[in-house]
């Protein structure tokens, strides 16, 4: 009975710390220190050595995290993502159905080349500013554009997003049903399948 009540505890505990983390991301509190303070809460409340809970961890994914961003910085400073946006921006805009189409092929480009992440932190403002240009609603049917497909274009290959890495990494390392995902039987059904879920989206926000 003792044990039944500590699970019970624990459980609550889980879900309070949880649910107190979404909503301080929620009310736009620091996402990074938010997360922290969550793990760490958890970690102490469980009473337990925290070793085996940390060797768990996939550090190389931190790192290439890590590396992402700096990189991804470092990159948009040599000017050449505001060069490519020059060029293609009289392409790109979204007061017209080819502009959208041109647009959401330049994202999943992107996406699958650089990851959707990097994608969004290079163009999102300057896909905005282009689009307040034009109108208010334009520039936010620009951010809902840039959401959604960068978020779809992950789907297409195992490079469109981190979470794909993650998996990938989790399959490998699984001790029971170790698999390697290979980038071409990923892409056999990434591929059709984000097109199509592409096409939906954009029909459904083009008709707003």
């Known amino acids: 009975m003792d044990e039944e009540w500590k699970n019970r505890l624990w459980k609550t505990c889980v879900y309070a710390i949880t649910f107190g983390m979404l909503v301080a ?10 997360a922290i303070t969550a793990a760490l809460a958890l970690i102490v409340l469980d ?26 910085d470092g990159f948009n400073k040599t000017g050449i993502p505001s060069t490519f946006w020059e060029f293609m921006e009289p392409y790109a805009r979204i007061d017209t159905p080819t502009g959208v189409v ?18 969004v932190l290079l163009l999102g403002a300057r896909v905005a500013a282009s689009a307040a240009a034009i ?3 334009a520039e936010t049917n620009a951010w809902l554009i840039l959401a959604w497909v960068s978020t779809v274009a992950g789907n297409l290959s195992l490079l ?11 399959a490998r390392r699984s001790q029971q049903f170790g698999y390697t995902l290979s ?3 990923h892409l056999q059904f990434g591929f059709p399948a984000t097109l199509i879920v592409t096409g939906i989206g954009l029909l459904l926000i083009r008709s707003n």
């Not at 925290?50 to 700096?70: H, N």
């Not at 041109?102 to 994608?119: E, F, K, R």
């Open 135 to 137: 109108s208010p609603a």
């Open 102 to 119: 041109i647009l959401a092929l330049v994202i999943l480009l992107l996406s699958n080349v650089a990851s959707n992440v990097p994608t």
């Open 25 to 34: 991301l929620l009310l736009g509190l620091n996402m990074s220190w938010s």
């Open 183 to 185: 980038f071409f039987s």
């Open 47 to 72: 009473f337990k050595d925290a070793r085996p809970c940390l060797e768990k961890v996939s550090y190389p994914l931190l790192l290439f995290f890590c590396g992402m961003f700096i990189t991804v």
């Open 160 to 170: 469109g997003s981190a979470a794909n890495l993650i998996v990938c990494e989790q």
